[in-house]
């Protein structure tokens, strides 16, 4: 079992920025994809952006410009810097982590993300 547990969130003005943590309990990160979703409030969850093993990344089309997300393997650790929020930002912000091999998937409790105009 792996434990995941994301930190950062908070409320903001819009055009401001902040930066999620998500931090994975295996020593084998390295070998886990992670990815970050939300959920804004009566909508499904959606993908944020995501980020392989080998450190390939994608963002939605919503995000894209102003979302990154990055990896620290030696920390076992992803983050997703948001720079110029919107009020659409506006959700409660997941991190999840898949092994490369077998697939099994993990989910965060998430994080609030509140950006006022």
């Known amino acids: 079992q792996v434990e995941v547990m994301e930190s950062g969130g908070g409320s903001v003005q819009a055009g401001g920025t902040l930066r999620l943590s998500c931090a994975a309990s295996?020593?084998?990160?390295?070998?886990?994809?992670m990815g970050w979703y939300r959920r804004a409030p009566g909508k499904q969850r959606e993908l944020v952006a995501s980020?392989?093993?080998?450190?390939?990344?994608r963002s939605a089309d919503s995000v894209q410009g102003r979302f990154t997300v990055s990896r620290d393997n030696a920390k076992n650790a992803i983050y997703l810097q948001m720079n110029n929020l919107k009020p659409e930002d506006t959700a409660v912000y997941y991190c999840?982590?898949?092994?490369?091999?077998?697939?099994?998937?993990?989910w965060g409790q998430g994080t609030q993300v509140t950006v006022s105009s």
């Open positions: 999840n982590a898949q092994a490369v091999v077998g697939g099994s998937l993990y």
């Open positions: 295996t020593n084998a990160f390295r070998l886990y994809a």
């Open positions: 980020i392989t093993s080998g450190g390939s990344t």
